[in-house]
């Protein structure tokens, strides 16, 4: 990767809440390249929205931006820039897909109208054009007769057809990158598909990037090219995603990869990583997963792990990197010896 | 699709007392337009101070005359001008100023929110009746703009309180959330995301602070500190009436009517409004007493609204 289109230096982002200070994301690093799909993967709670929301600046009170984090895009850093000129960048450079298509859509106006405001709003231009411009995306992302249905409100459409319109409006100013929060999270999985397969296209033809937000790894398995594991505000794991299914180094992934369903599975349950993301105002010393590691020793309590590199465009936040025999050592982890004692 | 929602509108006329008040606020809005027109005499015209005092009602003075012989119909039509039109022009500027204010506080929110709340909690803890008690015993003469503005300016706090609480909600809704995230300019995310999400619950308090308004106004006129003499408030004909009330019965129960109807028009009015902005309520209210005869009510039937 040459020249990244974005690119995210130590980025810290604090809540400053009455229980204390949520470091819900907490020094994460990382660069998307150009036309490149990046699935950011991780569980309810471990800073994968905010790191969203961060790189738009749309992070509210009493949740901040710490000072010393770096985003860097077009040449410009995001964390720095003035309010007028973050605004030009959300929606025609940035923009982004939210979860809910049965929310992310303002029930009082025509569908035709929302993504004609993004145009308007960015680009100027009449009524008429603005309107034109919405029509025609509304058929690039695959709705049928777009004309009659831009009259239509949001209700009248399914939750498919919605989050058509809602990746319509975040693409119509063809930005350089979309950041896609659990695009399909709330559809049926044969609309998942669809979607999944319209970004893909939509990517392929205007050459946009995705980061593709989602705790599911199947969804990642289909989509993306690299895939950066969040856990605890830190990212634990960072690989091409062939690499990443094949090798996994972080136990923590490995927890995910076990979790998943697949195909001609015997066993009855699936299984579970024990325990629960700690609360983000107290994350524990040494490595934050510890206590729901498997593998974890003294040395994973006592030191936090730095991000080692494994291979080729792969690292991992995990001691086992230098120390891989212990691998062998699988125990209860220790959230699960505590319940039981 | 049959199934599709009937309008707002439509529910509004076919809700049976909304029906009532709306003939009820169109008649007398209809009264205060062409009434004045239609009668022989101007509102503070003394016909015959001698011989026209005091008249009963007949067919040349329907609701007879007061004790400075002028025509009580004529006033109380003139008085209608006067007391629709201050109550409306004080809700205006009321809701105006409450609206602007809640959405600010309820979209910055944090400090800003917090500071603007406390300074609201500062003013609603004065009675606002004190306050224009205090204010126009002082202000004497008052012009009717500034008993439009005393009005307006003490009636905005319970406004803006809804309005902040509305603005919080809707603020969290992916499709404000998406507007930012699209570059959307703060103005015209509260213009045009927020503002007509909130305008029903807006729009029912102030129909009902309408009918508040004219209360009050009859109240302050009635004190003599309101709408002042020679202008004909329905409050300050009452006024004029109360002393020679055994007597003279018509001079105070005509412009009394005329307030309690106007009034209750208005409370009516801002019921049905509430209904037909929350459909699912209404049907529960009408549905419940048939729907338990037939079986218990299920736990869904008994909450008030869906996101309660």
Redesign the interface.
């Known amino acids: 990767m040459a020249e990244p289109l974005l690119s995210v230096r130590d980025l810290r982002t604090y809540f400053y809440t009455e229980n204390g200070v949520a470091r819900s994301v907490d020094g994460v690093s990382f660069a998307i390249g150009g036309g490149e799909t990046v699935g950011l993967v991780g569980e309810s709670g471990c800073g994968k929205s905010v790191t969203a929301l961060s790189l738009?600046r749309?992070v509210?009170?009493?949740g901040r931006i710490e000072p010393g984090s770096r985003i860097e895009f077009g040449g410009k850093d995001l964390v720095t820039l003035d309010e007028k000129s973050m605004?030009?960048?959300?929606?025609?450079s940035i923009?982004?897909v939210?979860?809910?298509p049965m929310?992310?859509?303002?029930?009082?106006?025509k569908i035709g109208d929302q993504i004609a405001?993004?145009v308007r709003?960015?680009h100027g231009g009449t009524r008429q054009e603005a309107w034109h411009r919405a029509v025609q995306m509304l058929e690039t992302v695959g709705i049928p007769s777009p004309a009659q249905r831009a009259n239509e409100y949001p209700h009248q459409l399914s939750g498919g057809m919605r989050q058509r319109v809602?990746i319509a409006?975040?693409l119509v100013m063809n930005p350089a990158l979309v950041i896609a929060d659990e695009p399909t999270t709330a559809l049926d999985v044969t609309i998942q598909a669809q979607i999944l397969e319209l970004l893909r296209e939509l990517q392929q033809k205007f050459g946009t990037s995705i980061l593709l937000i989602t705790h599911d790894l199947g969804v990642v398995a289909e989509s993306v090219s690299r895939v950066i594991v969040m856990y605890g505000g830190e990212i634990v794991e960072e690989a091409l995603v062939t690499d990443l299914f094949a090798n996994a180094h972080h136990p923590y992934t490995e927890g995910l990869l076990n979790a998943m369903p697949h195909v001609g599975q015997e066993r009855e349950r699936l299984a579970t990583i024990p325990g629960t993301v700690p609360p983000p105002t107290a994350w524990p010393a040494g490595c934050r997963f510890h206590d729901r590691c498997p593998y974890a020793w003294d040395r994973c309590i006592a030191e936090h792990p730095p991000l080692y590199q494994i291979a080729d465009g792969h690292v991992s936040r995990c001691h086992l990197a230098v120390e891989p025999e212990r691998r062998a050592d699988r125990h209860e982890p220790f959230v699960v010896q505590k319940a039981i004692a | 699709m049959s199934g599709q929602p009937r309008s707002a509108l439509w529910r509004l006329v076919h809700h049976r007392m909304a029906r009532w008040a709306l003939a009820v606020i169109a008649l007398l809005i209809l009264a205060a337009l062409v009434g004045p027109l239609l009668v022989k005499y101007n509102g503070a015209e003394q016909l015959d101070i001698v011989a026209l005092k005091n008249r009963p009602p007949s067919w040349a003075h329907p609701f007879g005359t007061d004790q400075y012989s002028r025509d009580v119909l004529t006033r109380v039509l003139y008085g209608a001008r006067i007391s629709l039109a201050v109550a409306t022009l004080a809700v205006l500027l009321s809701t105006t100023v409450g609206v602007a204010y809640g959405l600010v506080a309820g979209y910055a929110?944090?400090?800003v929110d917090n500071a603007m709340m406390r300074l609201l909690d500062g003013f609603m803890s004065i009675p606002r009746v004190l306050l224009l008690l205090a204010v126009l015993t002082l202000w004497s003469p008052v012009p009717l703009s500034g008993l439009i503005a005393l009005l307006g300016l003490s009636g905005w706090f319970g406004v803006s309180r809804l309005v902040r609480a509305e603005t919080r909600i809707v603020r969290a809704?992916?499709?404000v959330?998406?507007?930012?995230?699209?570059?959307?300019?703060t103005m015209?995310i509260l213009w045009?995301?927020i503002l007509?999400?909130i305008a029903a619950p807006v729009l029912v308090a102030s129909t009902l602070a309408v009918g508040n308004v004219i209360a009050l106004e009859a109240g302050l006129s009635y004190l003599g500190i309101g709408a002042q003499e020679p202008t004909p408030s329905w409050g300050s004909i009452f006024f004029d009436g109360v002393e020679f009330f055994a007597g003279n019965w018509w001079v105070v129960l005509f412009p009394g009517i005329a307030i309690v109807v106007t009034v209750l028009a208005f409370n009516v009015l801002g019921d049905a409004l509430r209904d037909v902005a929350d459909p699912r309520q209404v049907d529960v209210a009408r549905r419940l007493p048939e729907s338990t005869l037939t079986d218990p009510p299920s736990m869904s039937a008994l909450q008030p609204s869906e996101n309660g």
């Open positions: 738009l749309l509210r009170a009493p605004r030009a960048i959300r929606g025609a923009s982004m939210f979860q809910e929310t992310a859509l303002n029930p009082v106006f405001e993004v709003v960015h809602v409006m975040a | 929110g944090g400090r809704q992916e499709y959330e998406s507007a930012r995230a699209l570059g959307v300019p015209r045009r995301h007509p999400n």
